[in-house]
T-cell receptor, first 113, second 115 residues
Framework: DTGVSQNPRHKITKRGQNVTFRCDPI?????LYWYRQTLGQGPEFLTY????????KSRLLSDRFSAERPKGSFSTLEIQRTEQGDSAMYLC???????????FGPGTRLTVL | DQQVKQNSPSLSVQEGRISILNCDYT??????FLWYKKYPAEGPTFLIS?????DKNEDGRFTVFLNKSAKHLSLHIVPSQPGDSAVYFC??????????????FGTGTLLAVQP
């Protein structure tokens, strides 16, 4: 299967702990996006990479959030000092430069207790 | 500020009939529109898209119509099948100056196709 993969699929953590999620995009895709989806809402844009460069961050991405894509392949999203309001589905998507269609992974569901 | 709106949270249709899902947008900078389908516990799956230079795009049972003057698009599914039951998201992208192509999503419409 050469689709977008995300790990872990589920994460339960206690408030104040740090968590890290991983996304492996479709191999030839040079654009990678992170979105967050809460109940009853559509996905909301968090940040975007073209190759290894992080080119845009949403104002939703507080300073407790950091994302990396060190070699232009997989990406990690870290949340420090988690809060209950961080509970959501975190989605990763990838695309080719010039293509509008983004292909999503299955998501990581985060629950902060 | 909801730039992409799906005003119908849910829709129920009989198998074999047409399903029509609607979406409105406010930002005239949007130039590309997409529909995604989402099953529970899965990520959104790309369904069909349309550029703002067109008013219709068809792919099998799925057709998307775009009315730019009304800032409105719709997804038609004919004939509807029980396997089409899912949440459908409308999304839009545009040239924000940074060429991000980030997607702005609506809140989704839950489609239930009754056998």
């Amino acid at each position: 299967d050469t689709g977008v993969s995300q790990n872990p699929r589920h994460k339960i953590t206690k408030r104040g702990q740090n968590v890290t999620f991983r996304c492996d995009p479709i191999s030839e895709h040079n654009r990678l996006y992170w979105y967050r989806q809460t109940l009853g809402q559509g996905p909301e844009f968090l940040t975007y990479f073209q190759n290894e460069a992080q080119l845009e961050k949403s104002r939703l991405l507080s300073d407790r959030f950091s994302a990396e894509r060190p070699k232009g392949s997989f990406s990690t999203l870290e949340i420090q000092r988690t809060e209950q309001g961080d509970s959501a589905m975190y989605l990763c998507a990838s695309s080719l430069v010039g293509d509008n269609e983004q292909f999503f992974g299955p998501g990581t569901r985060l629950t902060v207790l | 500020d909801q730039q992409v709106k799906q005003n119908s949270p849910s829709l129920s249709v009989q198998e074999g009939r047409i399903s029509i899902l609607n979406c409105d947008y406010t930002n005239s900078m949007f130039d590309y529109f997409l529909w995604y389908k989402k099953y529970p516990a899965e990520g959104p799956t790309f369904l069909i898209s349309i550029s703002s230079i067109k008013d219709k795009n068809e792919d099998g049972r799925f057709t998307v119509f775009l009315n730019k003057s009304a800032k409105h698009l719709s997804l038609h599914i004919v004939p509807s099948q029980p396997g089409d039951s899912a949440v459908y998201f409308c999304a839009a992208s545009g040239d924000y100056g940074g060429a991000t192509n980030k997607l702005i999503f609506g809140t989704g419409t839950l489609l239930a196709v009754q056998p």
